[in-house]
T-cell receptor, first 115, second 114 residues
Framework: SQQGEEDPQALSIQEGENATMNCSYKTSINNLQWYRQNSGRGLVHLILIRSNEREKHSGRLRVTLDTSKKSSSLLITASRAADTASYFCATGTPGTSGSARQLTFGSGTQLTVLP | DAGITQSPRHKVTETGTPVTLRCHQTENHRYMYWYRQDPGHGLRLIHYSYGVKDTDKGEVSDGYSVSRSKTEDFLLTLESATSSQTSVYFC?????????????FGPGTRLTVL
């Protein structure tokens, strides 16, 4: 079962615009992470936000977390053609089997940035 | 790709044949994971390992087995491949220390079962 669900499934914007992707989840979490996947490649970690944090920044990325609504958003500012990729949220949950710290991934948002 | 390699990168096989995928890491990480990625499903955990000879099942483990005889290698085996196992398979390692909640992924293996 999927813990995180991204919205929208696909997003197309012009270069220079901001892109916002949302993630909703169902159960309590320790942290929420965002990953990027370029076509034909593995996932690359972008940013992690812990359950006691509300907002985090990294370069052009801004992540917010609302644990009361069980939702997160990823904002990419001043987008570039190179930002074209799929973006996945992943949740780390407490009490997951032993200390394996499993992550549960959503189905992703496909972002296309048009030059 | 954080020192993670996967082999083969592409494989086409026939239903009923055994297939083994290899994940190799060079950074002595304890935790390793195998995922499959299918359209509309994101990544789903198949099996994971928390040390040499220590493995456990994930969400979609049926039809798969794993082995880890040394720290650097984590093998995923499909004993008798089926068409439903056509997928892209990713190996991942768990970061260490302050990055212990983050996973780092290999480049993937595209498997087609005819």
């Amino acid at each position: 079962s999927q813990q995180g669900e991204e919205d929208p499934q696909a997003l197309s914007i012009q270069e220079g615009e901001n892109a916002t992707m949302n993630c909703s989840y169902k159960t309590s979490i320790n942290n929420l992470q965002w990953y990027r996947q370029n076509s034909g490649r593995g996932l690359v970690h972008l940013i992690l936000i812990r359950s006691n944090e509300r907002e985090k920044h990294s370069g052009r990325l801004r992540v917010t977390l609302d644990t009361s609504k069980k939702s997160s958003s990823l904002l990419i500012t001043a987008s570039r053609a190179a930002d074209t990729a799929s973006y996945f949220c992943a949740t780390g949950t407490p009490g997951t089997s032993g200390s394996a710290r499993q992550l549960t991934f959503g189905s992703g948002t496909q972002l296309t940035v048009l030059p | 790709d954080a020192g993670i390699t996967q082999s083969p990168r592409h494989k086409v096989t026939e239903t009923g044949t055994p297939v083994t995928l290899r994940c190799h890491q060079t950074e002595n990480h304890r935790y390793m994971y195998w995922y499959r990625q299918d359209p509309g499903h994101g990544l789903r955990l198949i099996h994971y390992s928390y040390g040499v000879k220590d493995t456990d099942k994930g969400e979609v483990s049926d039809g798969y087995s794993v082995s880890r005889s040394k720290t650097e290698d984590f093998l995923l085996t499909l004993e008798s491949a089926t068409s439903s196992q056509t997928s892209v398979y990713f190996c991942a390692i768990r970061g260490q220390g302050m990055e212990g909640d983050t996973q780092y992924f290999g480049p993937g293996t595209r498997l087609t079962v005819l």
